[in-house]
């Protein structure tokens, strides 16, 4: 890097839900809002296409998925600012990470050459895939795995089941954790790794909860930590009131959170490699999730294997599909097409067809087939 530079951007980082937005928004105060690399919604900007060929079948899904709902959805947008009033203030790097691409070096180029440092939000799993050469500071926002997965289960929630145009709330997942403790353990161990990897990048770390309970002494040693900023103001913008998400759950995972979480706060990241190779606590399946087009929801495997094992699942399913005006009978379901170990895609590709060609033969396949119907 060039002496030229600003040395890199002060990351904003944790897991989802763990408080980043509001480190952003506290930073933008303190510093300036010209430092802050990001926008307030982004979910405003409309996701560009790009004319690529399908690389396999979920590839394949994911594009369908996209070209399928390019008109804006006002109430989504809108739901999601009512669940982050203050914004998000994320950017291109945010879940990506920041690194070196061709198509972004101009960008990369221009932001490490403003004169004070940029701040961006760089979550756990954009952390993990970011070249550290452009990282100055790091702040890292820790909060309990509980609360984190109370949390996202509020917004995944909120989200998805509030039918505004009726004012009524239809809980399609009744009885079911929608969100749990993996998303919070493969992301947690991921920055832990990369942190272990790179000792020589300052990490900075707060905890969400000290942050709202003493938030002049928690600032104050943020302050302290980045060398500049007037946090006076920030200080005014915490509310008490955010810490809404209490930790309660039980999805199988609870002690190895708890665990690490613990050996996090304690910086502890030879334990937490350990933990993340011992074949006994390694996640045996990568968390993905998917759109399912017949609900225009996103969903993961569970939530596909209950719709496909069980009718009363399905039937809340059509009930909520009916009231977006969704026209179910005549759209493909993700898991037939793309997801389940036997998905159709695959299986015309070992036939020999391409995967284009296999796409949409499963497609096909899966609307005279639907399940939904019988």
Same mark, same amino acid.
């Given at each position: 890097?060039?002496?030229?530079?600003?040395?890199?951007?002060?990351?904003?980082?944790?897991?989802?839900?763990?408080?980043?937005?509001?480190?952003?928004?506290?930073?933008?105060?303190?510093?300036?809002?010209?430092?802050?690399?990001?926008?307030?919604?982004?979910?405003?900007?409309?996701?560009?296409?790009?004319?690529?060929?399908?690389?396999?079948? =979920?590839?394949?899904?994911? $594009?369908?998925?996209? +070209?399928?709902?390019?008109? @804006?959805?006002?109430?989504? /947008? #809108?739901?999601?600012?009512?669940?982050?009033?203050?914004?998000?203030?994320?950017?291109?790097?945010?879940?990506?990470?920041?690194?070196?691409?061709?198509?972004?070096?101009?960008?990369?180029?221009?932001?490490?050459?403003?004169?004070?440092?940029?701040?961006?939000?760089?979550?756990?799993?954009?952390?993990?895939?970011?070249?550290?050469?452009?990282?100055?500071?790091?702040?890292?926002?820790?909060?309990?795995?509980?609360?984190?997965?109370?949390?996202?289960?509020?917004?995944?929630?909120?989200?998805?089941?509030?039918?505004?145009?009726?004012?009524?709330?239809?809980?399609?997942?009744?009885?079911?954790?929608?969100?749990?403790?993996?998303?919070?353990?493969?992301?947690?161990?991921?920055?832990?790794?990369?942190?272990?990897?790179?000792?020589?990048?300052?990490?900075?770390?707060? =905890?969400?909860?000290?942050? $709202?309970?003493?938030? +002049?002494?928690?600032?104050? @040693?943020?302050?302290?930590? /980045? #060398?500049?900023?007037?946090?006076?103001?920030?200080?005014?913008?915490?509310?008490?009131?955010?810490?809404?998400?209490?930790?309660?759950?039980?999805?199988?995972?609870?002690?190895?959170?708890?665990?690490?979480?613990?050996?996090?706060?304690?910086?502890?990241?030879?334990?937490?490699?350990?933990?993340?190779?011992?074949?006994?606590?390694?996640?045996?399946?990568?968390?993905?999730?998917?759109?399912?087009?017949?609900?225009?929801?996103?969903?993961?495997?569970?939530?596909?294997?209950?719709?496909?094992?069980?009718?009363?699942?399905?039937?809340?399913?059509?009930?909520?599909?009916?009231?977006?005006?969704?026209?179910?009978?005549?759209?493909?379901?993700?898991?037939?097409?793309?997801?389940?170990?036997?998905?159709?895609?695959?299986?015309?590709?070992?036939?020999?067809?391409?995967?284009?060609?296999?796409?949409?033969?499963?497609?096909?396949?899966?609307?005279?087939?639907?399940?939904?119907?019988?």
């Amino acid at each position: 890097m060039s002496d030229k530079t600003n040395g890199g951007v002060i990351a904003v980082s944790g897991c989802p839900r763990s408080g980043t937005s509001l480190m952003m928004l506290l930073l933008r105060e303190a510093l300036g809002k010209e430092r802050i690399f990001g926008e307030k919604f982004p979910q405003q900007k409309r996701r560009e296409i790009l004319n690529a060929k399908p690389e396999d079948a =979920r590839h394949a899904w994911r $594009l369908y998925t996209v +070209k399928s709902n390019e008109q @804006e959805d006002f109430e989504w /947008l #809108e739901q999601t600012k009512d669940m982050n009033p203050n914004g998000f203030w994320e950017c291109m790097y945010t879940t990506q990470g920041i690194r070196w691409a061709r198509g972004r070096a101009k960008v990369l180029d221009e932001l490490l050459r403003k004169k004070k440092s940029p701040v961006c939000k760089i979550v756990s799993q954009g952390l993990a895939r970011s070249d550290a050469r452009y990282i100055k500071k790091v702040v890292f926002m820790l909060r309990d795995p509980g609360s984190v997965a109370k949390s996202q289960e509020r917004l995944k929630r909120k989200l998805d089941v509030i039918d505004l145009k009726n004012k009524q709330k239809q809980d399609l997942f009744k009885g079911i954790i929608v969100n749990n403790t993996q998303m919070f353990l493969q992301v947690t161990l991921a920055a832990a790794q990369w942190m272990k990897d790179h000792p020589s990048v300052p990490v900075h770390f707060v =905890r969400y909860n000290e942050l $709202l309970d003493d938030p +002049k002494k928690v600032l104050d @040693e943020v302050n302290y930590f /980045l #060398e500049e900023g007037d946090f006076k103001k920030a200080v005014k913008l915490i509310n008490p009131k955010l810490k809404r998400s209490s930790p309660e759950w039980d999805d199988g995972l609870r002690e190895n959170a708890e665990y690490v979480y613990s050996k996090l706060k304690e910086q502890d990241f030879g334990a937490l490699e350990s933990f993340a190779k011992d074949p006994e606590t390694v996640l045996a399946e990568r968390l993905t999730a998917w759109v399912c087009v017949r609900t225009g929801l996103q969903v993961a495997k569970r939530f596909c294997e209950d719709c496909q094992d069980g009718k009363k699942y399905r039937q809340d399913a059509i009930a909520h599909a009916v009231m977006y005006g969704i026209d179910w009978k005549n759209l493909p379901c993700a898991y037939d097409v793309s997801y389940r170990k036997d998905n159709f895609v695959d299986t015309f590709v070992e036939g020999g067809d391409t995967i284009e060609t296999a796409f949409e033969k499963a497609t096909a396949q899966s609307i005279k087939e639907n399940f939904w119907t019988e």
